[in-house]
């Protein structure tokens, strides 16, 4: 399907679907009328061949314990090399209900009560939370915002961190949410290095990995030099790339046959097996008929963070986005507003009318920020940022 017969400017209503965007407000402690811009998911239909897929899975009518042969691995294997220029083998692979669940499972597996695990806040916080709901200690290597208005790794209190804390496992989110950074060849060859150094295990969530913009390239962490390969546990998903989170398929790539028995050992003990039917048709229909639905979403997608920008460079100069080098998702700095955190979440949501993520859920770092999502029609951006630039006015900020 050609990508102009996908219009990604329609509004679709998305209010008493079970939405967790959408119909949750009020149980979540939210207006009832706040506009979601929060959770990381788009406001797009998915490509229609996902959808066909599932209507003719549907049509069979029944869905019974499920597995996948070959024609859900190959498309898989083919979208990793073409998109990502990495060689997978079938063997590495582990399908798990989502990334999230595999960052706990590697808690469980690789770590013992009490023990530090390394991550880099602000970062999407079920990090955060897979640690310390495990009984282990959160070790923060925080994330620079730089002159040049870009985060980076100080890489010498990463090591510092990993010494001091006898650190064993390492989340990294690449690319990173919410800063949007997408991290540069050079970057991860020198967190290999340290984590080959002091034998740290990698768990990169690369969730994110298509959704890069123009002058960016994702790189595969287990991938960026031959020795990491064998110390690390690389996370997939359709689900950000599709929008079909709610189909609940991961990905998960183990290349040592070590690690990947532990793991396995975890989610067995777990009493997880097989996965969604739906699911793994959707994922395999994805990757084999996905990418012209793909290429399409990331052009709107660029040109509502254009558009994002620039409406708040005119309107709107204290609030300043970091640009996203990959992901939907803009990290808005409003500390040139201002006023604590506190005051303003109390604007955004019920001044504005706007349930975005807080930064501070990010972690400290976070204070001052907001996360919001510009996957969605770019009449609903509009209005959310012109629900945000009224409650600015009235609050005399701006």
């Known amino acids: 399907m050609n990508i102009k017969e996908y219009n990604f400017d329609q509004v679709i209503e998305r209010k008493n679907t079970n939405s967790l965007k959408y119909d949750f407000a009020a149980r979540r402690g939210m207006p009832e009328d706040v506009l979601p811009l ?23 009518g029944i869905f019974g314990y499920t597995e996948v042969l070959e024609d859900y691995f190959e498309p898989l294997k083919a979208w990793m090399k073409k998109r990502h220029h990495w060689d997978v083998e079938q ?57 040049d208005e870009i985060y980076h790794i100080d890489f010498n209190d990463f090591e510092e961190k990993i010494i001091k804390y006898q650190v064993k496992l390492f989340l990294l989110c690449s690319p990173h949410n919410p800063v949007g ?27 994110h990995h298509d959704i890069v913009f123009a002058g960016h ?18 996370c997939t998903s359709p689900s950000k790339t599709f929008n079909i989170a709610g189909l609940q398929i991961s990905n998960i790539f183990i290349p040592n046959q070590g690690i990947r028995q532990r793991f396995r050992r975890r989610i ?11 699911g793994l048709t959707a994922c395999a229909a994805a990757y084999g008929q996905g990418e012209d639905w793909l290429n399409g979403v990331l052009t709107y997608i660029q040109t509502n ?41 109390h604007i955004i949501i019920n001044k504005a009318r706007l349930w975005l993520d807080a930064g501070s859920i990010f972690g400290a770092a976070g204070e001052g920020f907001q996360r919001i999502n510009a996957a969605c029609p770019q009449s609903i951006l509009s209005k959310a940022l012109k629900q945000m630039e009224k409650a600015f006015m009235d609050e005399n900020l701006i």
């Open 217 to 234: 390239k994702h790189f595969v962490f287990a991938d960026i030099c031959p020795e990491i390969k064998d110390q690390v546990i690389v």
């Open 38 to 60: 929060w959770v990381a998911d788009m406001d797009f239909k998915t490509a229609e061949p996902i959808l066909e897929a599932i209507r003719q899975r549907v049509d069979h």
């Open 91 to 147: 063997r590495w692979l582990i399908k798990t209900p989502g990334v999230v669940y595999a960052l706990a499972m590697a808690v469980q597996a690789f770590t013992e009560s009490g023990d530090g695990v390394l991550i880099q806040q602000p970062v999407y916080y079920p990090f955060r939370e897979v640690i310390e709901a495990n009984g282990r200690e959160v070790v923060d290597n925080t994330l620079r915002l730089g002159a």
């Open 305 to 345: 963070i254009d558009y994002l920008r620039n409406f708040l460079k005119e309107r709107i100069p204290k609030v300043k986005p970091v640009e996203p080098q990959g992901t939907y998702l803009v990290w808005l700095d409003l500390r040139g507003l201002g006023v604590s955190a506190e005051k303003l979440d």
């Open 268 to 278: 067995n003990a777990a009493g997880y097996s097989q996965l969604n039917a739906v």
């Open 181 to 207: 950074r997408v991290w540069s060849r050079e970057e991860l060859l020198e967190i290999a290095r340290i984590c080959l150094k002091h034998h740290v295990l990698v768990v990169s969530d690369e969730i």
